[in-house]
């Protein structure tokens, strides 16, 4: 099978692909780390400007696309095809740490330049989720970040999360919600997947 897992930064989807994968024999699919623009100084995604933004999402749809086409007898994708669309659209339209207060409906209000580029990379992701997966499990939203971690805040993580399911759910893909330990997540997946359930 070819699935997809998604939900927002520190939700749990790298532990648990990888245990699938070791399970399964399935290779997980990830970008590199979106980090050092091409053509400038190396630098951390929270230090880059709009296009270089642009610049690292591009490059990492491109790599996740092709390592996916390559694996034809599937595959266990850390992430999806929207997940760069996902984090730019909301880092763009809120920033990393947008007050408490902040809705979805906020980040849709707020309109660029940028942000039309990178809707238009959305087409994209779901154009190729579409053609792709043949399942999407969505990793929800259950702990809190570890202390000491804040590249985003939490209500950057409850933003991504509700722009990703909203999208996911206009694809033509079958999606499911895993919750729970990861065990738990473990047999549900295998469930989901149709596959024999643990011991």
Excluded at 9 to 18: A, E, I, Q, R
Excluded at 22 to 45: F, I
């Amino acid at each position: 099978m070819r699935i997809a897992f998604v939900g927002a930064y520190g939700n749990g989807k790298t532990t648990l692909t990888t245990e699938l994968s070791e399970r399964l024999g399935l290779e997980r699919v990830h970008g590199s780390a979106m980090r050092d623009p091409a053509g400038g100084t190396p630098k951390a995604l929270e230090e880059t400007n709009e296009p270089e933004l642009i610049q690292l999402a591009v490059r990492r749809f491109t790599e996740r696309a092709v390592d996916e086409a390559r694996l034809q007898d599937g595959f266990l994708s850390d992430g999806s095809a929207l997940h760069e669309w996902v984090y730019s659209k909301v880092r763009l339209a809120v920033g990393r740490y947008p007050e408490p207060s902040v809705t979805l409906a906020d980040v849709h209000a707020s309109t660029s330049p940028y942000e039309e580029v990178v809707d238009q990379l959305a087409l994209l992701g779901k154009e190729h989720a579409t053609a792709n997966y043949d399942v999407v499990i969505h990793c929800p939203v259950e702990f809190p970040l570890p202390e000491g971690v804040d590249p985003i805040s939490e209500r950057f993580r409850t933003l991504s999360d509700e722009l990703m399911l909203e999208i996911v759910k206009t694809l033509d893909v079958p999606l499911h919600i895993v919750t729970g330990a990861l065990e738990e997540r473990i047999e549900q997946v295998l469930k989901i997947a149709g596959l024999p359930q643990t011991a």
